[in-house]
C-alpha cells in the first residue's frame, strides 16, 4: 500500500504479545469507529482480526496510541471493534499487526449459509502461526439426506494467487460437530497426516485446491492469507447447508 513508511525518529512501540506487522500508512480521514486511508489498496475483509494501532498525531512526550481491533474493511477503510477515545485525524500514521497470541481465544470465525459450492473472504496475517485449533459447527444440512458438504482450510502460496489445502474436515451428511488440530512442520519439512496415521513425509507434490483426502491434514509452513472452501453436491436434495468454521491459532 501507498502512505508514509515509519522511520527511525518515530517512536516505537511495545505489544504484550507476538506479532507481525501488515503494513504501515496514513490516514486520510476517521470517524467514531473507522479509518481511512486512500492510498491503501486492501482486500475486502482481508484484515479481520487484525488490530489497528493509531500513532499519536502530535504530542511526541505523552505517547499513547490507540490500538482496536479490525472487524470489517473495504479497499481502503477499516472499521474497528470499538469506537476510538479520539477520532483519527488526517495526518496520522497507523500500523496494522497480526492478531496477537494474547487474542488466541478470540476465534476467527466464518459463518455460511450456502446451497452451492464457493471459498469464503481470506483473512489476512496468519503467516506467524505455528499451530491452529479449528472447530467445523454444521447446523443446518439439506433436505432428501443425499447431500454432502466438504470443508477446507487453505492458505495462500508465494504467487499470491494459488490457494492450498491445509486441512479437510471429514466429509459431512449430517449436523455435528468436528475438530482437528494442525501444527506446522518442524525445521521446513512436510508431509500429510490422515486421522489415526503416522505423518507421511511429503516435500514435494501437485497442488491441491479442494483436493486434500478427507480428514487430513498437509503439514506446510503457512502463507500470510488464509480462507476456507467447501464444496456442496446436493444429489438431488433441496435447501442448503449451514455451518460456521472457527480458527484459533496456538503458541
Same mark, same amino acid.
Given at each position: 500500500?501507498?502512505?508514509?513508511?515509519?522511520?527511525? *525518529?518515530?517512536?516505537?512501540? &511495545?505489544?504484550?504479545?507476538?506479532?507481525?506487522?501488515?503494513?504501515? @500508512?496514513?490516514? =486520510?480521514?476517521?470517524?467514531? $469507529?473507522?479509518?481511512?486511508?486512500?492510498?491503501?489498496?486492501?482486500?475486502?475483509?482481508?484484515?479481520?482480526?487484525?488490530?489497528?494501532?493509531?500513532?499519536?498525531?502530535?504530542?511526541?512526550?505523552?505517547?499513547?496510541?490507540?490500538?482496536?481491533?479490525?472487524?470489517? /474493511?473495504?479497499? /481502503?477503510?477499516?472499521?474497528? !471493534?470499538? !469506537?476510538? @477515545?479520539?477520532?483519527?485525524?488526517? $495526518?496520522?500514521?497507523?500500523?496494522?499487526?497480526?492478531?496477537?497470541?494474547?487474542?488466541?481465544? !478470540?476465534?476467527?470465525?466464518?459463518?455460511?449459509?450456502?446451497?452451492?459450492?464457493?471459498?469464503? =473472504?481470506?483473512?489476512? %496475517?496468519?503467516?506467524? #502461526?505455528?499451530?491452529?485449533?479449528?472447530?467445523?459447527?454444521?447446523? @443446518?444440512?439439506?433436505?432428501?439426506? &443425499?447431500?454432502?458438504?466438504?470443508?477446507?482450510?487453505?492458505?495462500?502460496?508465494? !504467487?499470491?494467487? =494459488?490457494? +492450498?489445502?491445509?486441512?479437510?474436515?471429514?466429509?459431512?451428511?449430517?449436523?455435528?460437530? +468436528?475438530?482437528? =488440530?494442525?501444527?506446522?512442520?518442524? @525445521?521446513?519439512? %512436510?508431509?500429510? +497426516?490422515?486421522?489415526? &496415521?503416522?505423518?507421511?513425509?511429503?516435500?514435494? #507434490?501437485?497442488?491441491?485446491?479442494?483436493?486434500?483426502?478427507?480428514?487430513?491434514?498437509?503439514?506446510?509452513?503457512? %502463507?500470510? +492469507?488464509?480462507?476456507?472452501?467447501?464444496?456442496?453436491?446436493?444429489? %438431488?436434495?433441496? $435447501?442448503?447447508?449451514?455451518?460456521?468454521?472457527?480458527?484459533?491459532? *496456538?503458541?
Amino acid at each position: 500500500m501507498g502512505g508514509r513508511e515509519f522511520s527511525a *525518529k518515530d517512536r516505537p512501540f &511495545a505489544l504484550p504479545w507476538t506479532a507481525s506487522v501488515v503494513c504501515k @500508512g496514513r490516514v =486520510t480521514s476517521g470517524t467514531a $469507529g473507522t479509518l481511512s486511508c486512500t492510498d491503501a489498496d486492501w482486500g475486502n475483509n482481508t484484515l479481520f482480526g487484525c488490530l489497528v494501532i493509531l500513532e499519536s498525531l502530535n504530542d511526541y512526550n505523552s505517547y499513547n496510541p490507540q490500538i482496536r481491533r479490525i472487524i470489517l /474493511n473495504s479497499s /481502503n477503510k477499516l472499521t474497528v !471493534d470499538t !469506537d476510538w @477515545g479520539i477520532t483519527p485525524v488526517e $495526518g496520522q500514521t497507523f500500523t496494522i499487526v497480526s492478531r496477537g497470541m494474547d487474542r488466541a481465544t !478470540d476465534p476467527i470465525v466464518w459463518a455460511v449459509t450456502a446451497a452451492a459450492s464457493a471459498a469464503a =473472504t481470506a483473512v489476512r %496475517g496468519v503467516g506467524w #502461526w505455528r499451530s491452529f485449533l479449528a472447530l467445523l459447527n454444521v447446523t @443446518g444440512v439439506s433436505t432428501g439426506g &443425499a447431500g454432502r458438504l466438504d470443508v477446507y482450510i487453505q492458505t495462500l502460496m508465494p !504467487d499470491a494467487e =494459488t490457494w +492450498q489445502d491445509v486441512a479437510h474436515f471429514a466429509q459431512v451428511s449430517a449436523t455435528g460437530k +468436528q475438530l482437528l =488440530t494442525y501444527t506446522g512442520p518442524a @525445521g521446513g519439512g %512436510g508431509g500429510t +497426516q490422515a486421522e489415526g &496415521a503416522a505423518v507421511t513425509v511429503d516435500n514435494y #507434490w501437485v497442488n491441491e485446491d479442494a483436493g486434500l483426502a478427507a480428514s487430513t491434514v498437509r503439514l506446510i509452513a503457512l %502463507g500470510h +492469507q488464509m480462507r476456507i472452501k467447501y464444496v456442496i453436491a446436493l444429489n %438431488g436434495d433441496t $435447501g442448503s447447508f449451514t455451518f460456521a468454521v472457527y480458527v484459533t491459532p *496456538k503458541p
